[in-house]
């Protein structure tokens, strides 16, 4: 492959915004070393961006800095793709906060290389096997519930599947940004997650989706168990293994103050519960640990 064919971020992504949640986001996967570091970029309120094939980085705090002043998406690939000597070789998708979308393919990207816009979303990619990836990816999107996080890691598997990287597999990438979403309500970034090298990035991503979602996510009501029968024998049983309390034979104070330790070891503050009540949620990873 020539010099500008082996600095190229070969990928598939797509760029969402969700009107009920509010929520934009960029969701990638490359055979290519950190991808998440290159291509994604978002902010609340404003629009989010992915810049590959021969990515241009400038392209995603630039675009958002034109979507903020008014600029729609369409109009923003043109500024930026105007006088970028390297044009032919960029690849961009944007979508801005009412939905509207935009994809740019350069005509030197490598086959097959792409992208369609939908309600809400834009899809591309770049030496991919064939159009059916973005394709698959743009029908999962539509077609899947749920968050759109998890809209976009279906879609995401959906590209895979359909083909993909023509090279393979090695990273992946989700952002997703709500209006003080972060941690603690102090940023915007809601999910921000990155597999910069592995044989299967999605799969992994979507692991640490789950674990994400565990450590941040909220307590349903319908998840509160209370800590009596079977529930109670469990975690007495998994407590002793991992050397929370010394024998099964404690009182309810010691088990609940052995829960708690558990739960602040752990990180899961934020599913605590009072005395007597648990977490199926916690249950569940305390009998992985």
């Known amino acids: 492959m020539s010099e500008m064919g082996e600095k190229l971020v070969s990928t598939f992504s797509i760029v969402a915004y969700d009107p009920e949640s509010e929520e934009l986001g960029v969701a990638v996967q490359s055979k290519f070393l950190g991808v998440g570091g290159i291509v994604p970029y978002a902010e609340a309120g404003v629009g989010a961006v992915a810049t590959q094939s021969l990515a241009n980085p400038t392209y995603g705090p630039e675009g958002l ?130 597999v910069d090298d592995h044989t299967e990035p999605i799969q992994e991503l979507k692991r640490i989706y789950r674990l994400h979602q565990l450590y941040f996510g909220e307590s349903n009501e319908q998840d509160i168990l209370t800590i009596e029968g079977t529930t109670k024998e469990e975690m007495k049983r998994h407590l002793k293994r991992l050397g929370y309390i010394p024998t099964t034979n404690i009182s309810d104070t010691i088990l609940n103050k052995s829960l708690t330790t558990f739960i602040n070891t752990e990180n899961f503050e934020g599913r605590a519960q009072p005395d007597g009540l648990i977490d199926a949620h916690v249950l569940e990873f305390m009998k992985t640990r």
């Open 65 to 194: 800095r034109l979507l903020k002043e008014g600029m729609s998406p369409g109009a923003t690939v043109h500024h930026l793709t105007r006088e970028d000597e390297d044009e032919a070789w960029r690849q961009v998708g944007i979508v801005d906060a009412s939905g509207n979308a935009a994809t740019y393919t350069g005509e030197d990207c490598y086959e097959w290389a792409g992208g369609i816009t939908g309600n809400g979303y834009a899809v591309q990619g770049n030496l991919l096997v064939s159009e059916e990836t973005v394709t698959s990816m743009a029908e999962t999107f539509e077609k899947t519930e749920g968050s759109l996080s998890e809209r976009l890691l279906s879609s995401l598997e959906s590209g895979q599947s359909a083909g993909g990287d023509k090279r393979g597999m090695q990273s992946a990438a989700i952002l997703v940004v709500k209006e003080g979403g972060g941690y603690d309500g102090l940023t915007d970034r809601l999910v921000d997650l990155r």
